[in-house]
């Protein structure tokens, strides 16, 4: 069964603070690993996909990387619109239940001014 | 390009009665996907369809629930006889592949 934990469940910082969030993972055979955001009241927003160890992506203040266990979430002299929670995601091998994606619970990050 | 659309935005129902959800995927995605977020919990996989065909539905509940994406129109989520426990957030994505999912701003479901 696939599996996603994500550090630290929240994550106060200061405006210009910069941080990084962690998710762990175990799946089989990962077909990708996703990273969105979530504002309340509101559905996952697209950020990221990763494919293989090693991988990295950009946008704006976020940096997101991949390694064969876990996948960080770097974001970079944040302002307080990034305040949200980030969700991390993985898609395992086709069938059983892995078209869909396997999400962790979150991190909460409050970006104070 | 008009995103994932969802409606109703909040449905209010009282034990017994059925529950009817709606998605309207982005034009061009024909890969459609359902998930339920309880309060203080992560995003769980329900279903998965194409159009006219259910490819996955191993996340869902094999009773009461079910799902469609008829030839024409939205896909469809239904609960039937909802009790207190079904109250919970339901969001619809969609993809143009299996890869990437894009969703929607989700149903409110409240059981009284």
């Known amino acids: 069964e696939d599996q996603v934990t994500q550090s630290p469940e929240a994550l106060r910082l200061q405006e210009g603070e910069s941080s990084s969030l962690n998710c762990s993972y175990t799946?089989?055979?990962?077909?990708?690993l996703f990273w969105y955001r979530q504002d309340p009241g509101k559905g996952p927003e697209f950020l990221f996909t990763?494919?293989?160890a090693g991988e990295e992506k950009e946008k704006e203040r976020l940096k997101a990387t991949l390694t064969k266990k876990e996948s960080f979430l770097h974001i970079t002299a944040p302002k307080p619109e990034d305040s949200a929670t980030y969700l991390c995601?993985?898609?395992?091998?086709?069938?059983?239940?892995?078209?869909?994606?396997?999400f962790g619970k979150g991190t909460h990050l409050i970006i104070q001014p | 390009n008009a995103g994932v659309m969802q409606n109703p935005r909040h449905l209010v129902r009282r034990r017994g009665q059925e529950a009817r959800l709606r998605c309207s995927p982005m034009?061009?995605?024909?890969?459609v996907y359902w998930y339920r977020q309880l309060p203080e919990e992560g995003l769980k996989f329900m279903v998965y369809?194409?159009?006219?065909?259910?490819?996955?539905e191993s996340g869902m509940p094999k009773e009461r629930f079910s799902a469609e994406f008829p030839k024409e129109g939205p896909s469809i989520l239904r609960i039937q006889q909802v009790v207190r426990g079904d109250s919970a957030a339901y969001f619809c994505?969609?993809?143009?592949?299996?890869?990437?999912?894009?969703f929607g701003p989700g149903t409110r479901l409240t059981v009284l």
């Open positions: 995601a993985v898609q395992g091998a086709r069938g059983g239940g892995a078209d869909g994606l396997t």
């Open positions: 990763l494919y293989s």
């Open positions: 799946v089989s055979g990962l077909r990708g």
């Open positions: 034009k061009g995605h024909s890969h």
């Open positions: 369809l194409q159009k006219e065909n259910i490819i996955d």
């Open positions: 994505a969609s993809s143009p592949s299996m890869d990437e999912q894009f």
